[in-house]
């Protein structure tokens, strides 16, 4: 077993002094009596970071624009491509984001459809991507000014907002019917389209959907789609929501959000109200949510600052970990990474210095069990 001692350990909840952390693939013990074992590391020790939405290794480091993969353009709603297929590991940002102590990333189908396609988690620190899968995340969906902007792509195109939900409702309304005719013998399960059965999945709750959405405007419509369909939902962005009382009405239905990219340039008017003091709303409002980078809209190696503006109004430095750790692995619902604690994956950081200081810097990285960086 292989150990490593935290001076300060955040363990993605909880902030504890001098403990032990024992480990092989899995964590075996945290406790302040040392185990058995060859200590390999000692400092301020974190969980390893999780991207909660990113289009990493889809828009890739140093290519050109024109090879970007985020956005299938050939239809509008399209939800049986997988942004998976689209990654490819040899992207600069993986190694990159790995120095920096985020191991897992989100990977999400662009914006530029009302539905984009499959999301998925992987790890940053794979191989290839048979290597780096994790589990699937949700369907991609968009609402606002993104999917009536590229009115030039193939396909059935909104023009509107209303257009786009429109075409939302209409697939919706589809499935349900569908369902419906199988309820009454009247159809049979082989019978229903790919696409159909998608959001089939949507309406059963076998899936959730991941929207796209910055203005409170957008999110009450979400929360009528939810409401005439009952399908489950995380919110992404919600960048221009200035207040603290949509996020509080996230909060009683159940919804998560998964927010930023903060410290990104606001370029459409739809993020005209966007400020990095709408942080304090969405931490008063006390709903649930991660960290997000949209890598490349910042790079996923910058996400870690972005919980300044949050300690700027009270955050302690335990929760801020939280933000990128367990409380993103709960909304993605992936089970054994994002803590630090017995039974979890060994995905760790050791630190040099203070995380939160301009002078620290991961020294020793830990994915899954195997030293993945160590300056």
Known sequence: MKVI????????????????????????????KRPEGEVIGEGI???AFIDGHSHIGMARAGEPSAEDEANETMDSVYPIVNALHSVYMDDRAFSESVENGILYSTVLPGSGNPIAGKGILVRNFGRNIA????MDVGIKAALGYNPRSVKDWKGKRPTTRMGAVGLLRDHFIRARNFVSQVEKNKKIAEEM???????????????????????????????????????RAVVNHGLDIYRAEPFEEMKRRGISLVYGPLDSHPYKVELKHESWRNSQFVMKSGVNFCMMSDHPVILQRNLFLTLRHFMRFGMSKADAISHLTSRSAEILEARDIGSVAKGYAASLVVWKGDPFSMEGFPELVIGEGRTVHEE
């Open 131 to 134: 290597d780096s899968y994790v």
């Open 193 to 231: 389209t790919p696409v159909t059965g998608v959001f089939v999945d949507l309406i059963r709750k076998k899936t959730k959907m991941m929207v796209h959405l910055h203005r409170e405007d957008d999110l009450m419509v979400l929360f009528s789609l939810i409401d005439e369909f009952g399908f």
């Open 5 to 32: 001692k935290a001076t300060t350990l955040y363990d993605g909840k909880s902030e504890r002094k001098n403990v032990y952390v024992g480990f092989n693939e899995k964590i075996e013990y945290v406790g302040e």
């Open 45 to 47: 020790v974190t969980p």
